[in-house]
């Protein structure tokens, strides 16, 4: 049975897809409008779909049939999007800590270090997000989504606006974390190392899944015929 | 300069932008995040009083607080003393006249609070209380301000309806706008003067705070 | 649609206008205490000479203020004599000496319901009231009677705290009737009127206990209907008139007036 059994309609475009979330890295790829993110926000809770049912690590966070949708804050669930969404009037520790409230002070402050370090930002700490570049802020983002120890992080191209550097650097931090990872993005280029199982999005459906670079090896080479014609 | 009629117009405008902060902040929250049919209905309500002349929506008033309605006697038996004719009675009608000045700016401002970082609060486990809390409210203090700031003034400068409920008794219900009816109606027109001016010199004051705040405020956010 | 706004405005003017065009028109400041007395008697006065008139209804102060400044009346009928000899002193009257055209009566009025049972004004003194509306004795006659009538009876002292003040005294009457006070000191116009007369009862407040409210009427200066102000002046205080006037609640002028 899939972890992931989901239909939306949305004015003309109907979102109909079937996943499984096994392996700890799933890219999902596919065109800009095929529903890449539509799928992440329904996995997060910030959609409710016409119908469907998601399982997450035994956990049932969806299931319309029984009338069962657990509110994004109780899904354990990061998500974190090209646009760092950083709340503009708390620091960066601040930020991090949002989430972590029912910790002990010490504990907190504790756990947001341990978070800005994984990133590379604990000297980011004091600073507000105006004060931050993109690549700082989206460092910031992920600690502020990890902070929890969620048990699901979606990722929604969040490199995308970064520079090679930047993205290099925080892509090798996530890939030694040890958590799930759903990954999307459009980039061919950006996913391709990725160790990860991917499902390929087109128009709403899965047309394709499996390993990566297995799968989208055909897509390569057509992009690297275009490249050198 | 009647200092009785000053204290008494300062401390209704206060205790009306008081609670119209009060139940100004639900009410503009409730708006902007309910899915309720029921919400165009409510925004519009709460719209209505601009509308209404003031003179008219003090009558309908002095009806509804009179000892004729339940409420009225409610109110009257609650409180003691009726409604009408009293400070109580006045904060009442100061509050219904300057609603939309209240939840206007205040559901503006919320709206105005990108979406993404509600959800990211959402997403890390803030219920609807620590989201106007912690995110809406210190994201819209302007607008906060701006409300604050536009109840006190129309109140400070209300007329209509304290001329309908209020029975101009000094240091209870006589305003600065009443006392310059009243000395307009006497042909004291110098006095009239003083007074207005003051009113205008309470208002301009208010004002200026405002936007001084104001641009205070866009410089350290830029 | 916009064709179908301009007929609808056009519409609109046609109910408007006419009677600016078809006929005289004068234009009269009346005082608030007329309001309910006076609208059939224009329409009698119309019918006889083919004047329509126009009335504005307001306190007495307001639209002396008004009149001083210029506003376009041709007629200013007054609740007292001060405040058309306001006018005359502006400058702002035809005439030297207001012409008195009736007399007001205070009267002491409460709601059937209002738990008063004897109504005198006695029972003010009582702890059992405990809001009077009364005008604003600053500028409203009625006012100024009541406070003297009051005054007359040693009873100012005692119910001050309890007097709530109305702009005017058709707001009086909304103060009292609204049951929001249980009396009022109202213009025997007022109390007569089918609602109030439905809603309580009144009692005269006797003649001897404040000054007569004496009301006049003056001309105003360059008035270009200035004949019409005089005939409908005359009109109502032509003897059936007058009885109508009193009828409704304002007293025809003593004899020795002329």
Request: net charge positive; glycine share 8%.
């Amino acid at each position: 049975m899939p972890d992931v059994n989901i239909r939306h309609r949305q004015g003309q475009f109907t979102l109909h897809a079937e996943f499984s979330l096994a392996s700890r890295w799933t890219a999902i790829f596919g065109p800009s409008g095929a529903g890449k993110s539509t799928i992440l926000r329904v996995l997060a809770g910030l959609i409710a779909p016409d119908a469907g049912r998601i399982d997450l690590a035994g956990r049932t966070l969806l299931d319309t049939a029984r009338g069962v949708a657990l509110p994004p804050g109780r899904r354990s669930i990061g998500f974190v999007t090209q646009q760092a969404a950083l709340f503009p009037h708390r620091t960066a520790a601040q930020n991090v800590a949002f989430g972590i409230r029912h910790l002990s002070r010490d504990a907190r402050s504790q756990r947001v270090s341990e978070m800005l370090r994984l990133f590379g930002a604990e000297s980011l700490a004091e600073r507000r997000p105006a004060q931050l570049s993109g690549g700082e802020r989206q460092r910031v983002a992920l600690a502020r989504a990890l902070a929890p120890n969620p048990t699901l992080l979606l990722l929604d191209e969040p490199l995308a606006a970064l520079d090679v550097a930047s993205s290099q650097d925080i892509l090798s931090r996530l890939l030694a974390l040890d958590v799930r990872v759903v990954y999307v993005s459009h980039d061919l280029a950006e996913i391709w190392r990725l160790p990860a199982h991917v499902i390929v999005l087109e128009a709403g459906r899965v047309t394709a899944a499996g390993p990566l670079q297995q799968v989208l090896a055909p897509q390569r080479d057509r992009l690297l015929q275009q490249l050198s014609s | 300069m009647d200092l009785q009629t000053l204290w008494l117009t300062l401390r209704l405008a206060a205790s009306t932008t008081l609670v119209l902060l009060a139940m100004g902040v639900p009410l503009a929250f409730w708006i902007v995040s309910t899915r309720s049919p029921l919400r165009p209905f409510v925004e519009a309500m709460s719209t209505l009083p601009i509308l209404l002349p003031p003179t008219v929506l003090g009558f309908y008033l002095l009806i509804l607080l009179g000892p004729r309605t339940g409420f009225g006697r409610l109110a009257s038996h609650l409180l003691g003393h009726p409604l009408a004719f009293s400070f109580d009675g006045l904060v009442v009608g100061s509050v219904l006249y300057s609603l939309p000045f209240a939840v206007q700016p205040l559901t503006a401002g919320f709206h105005a609070v990108d979406a993404a970082l509600i959800e990211q609060a959402r997403l890390l486990g803030a219920g609807r209380w620590r989201i106007l809390r912690d995110i809406l409210l210190p994201l819209s203090v302007r607008s906060v301000v701006a409300a604050a700031a536009l109840c006190f003034t129309h109140t400070v400068g209300e007329f209509g309806v304290v001329l309908m409920i209020g029975g101009d008794i000094p240091g209870a219900t006589r305003t600065l706008s009443i006392a310059i009816y009243d000395q307009v109606q006497d042909f004291s027109y110098a006095q009239a003067n003083r007074t207005s001016l003051l009113l205008l010199g309470i208002s301009l004051a208010a004002l200026v705070l405002l936007y001084a705040r104001r641009s205070g405020g866009g410089a350290r956010h830029a | 649609m916009s064709d179908r706004r301009i007929l609808a405005f056009a519409l609109v003017l046609c109910c408007v206008l006419p009677p600016a065009f078809a006929q005289q028109t004068l234009r009269l400041a009346a005082a608030a205490d007329l309001q309910p007395v006076l609208p059939p008697l224009l329409d009698t006065f119309q019918s006889q000479t083919g004047i329509h008139v126009l009335a504005s209804y307001q306190s007495s102060a307001t639209l002396a203020t008004q009149i001083i400044q210029g506003a376009p009346f041709d007629l200013f009928m007054a609740a007292d004599l001060s405040f058309p000899q306001r006018v005359i002193d502006a400058g702002r009257a035809e005439e030297a000496h207001p012409i008195p055209y009736a007399h007001g009566t205070l009267v002491l009025w409460t709601r059937n319901d209002s738990g008063v049972a004897q109504l005198s004004l006695d029972v003010l003194r009582g702890p059992s009231i405990r809001s009077i509306a009364i005008a604003n004795p600053e500028h409203a006659p009625y006012g100024r009677a009541a406070q003297a009538a009051l005054n007359h009876a040693g009873l100012l002292a005692t119910v001050a705290p309890r007097l709530v003040v109305a702009e005017n005294i058709a707001q009086a009457a909304q103060y009292a009737d609204s049951g929001n006070a249980q009396v009022g000191f109202l213009s025997l116009t007022s109390a007569l009127t089918p609602r109030l007369s439905a809603d309580g009862h009144f009692i005269r407040v006797p003649a001897e206990d404040y000054p007569p409210i004496q009301q006049g009427a003056i001309v105003v200066r360059n008035s270009p209907n200035a004949v019409a102000a005089r005939r409908f002046l005359d009109f109502l205080r032509s003897p059936a008139m007058a009885q109508r006037l009193a009828a409704g609640g304002l007293e025809p002028v003593e004899p020795s007036h002329p």
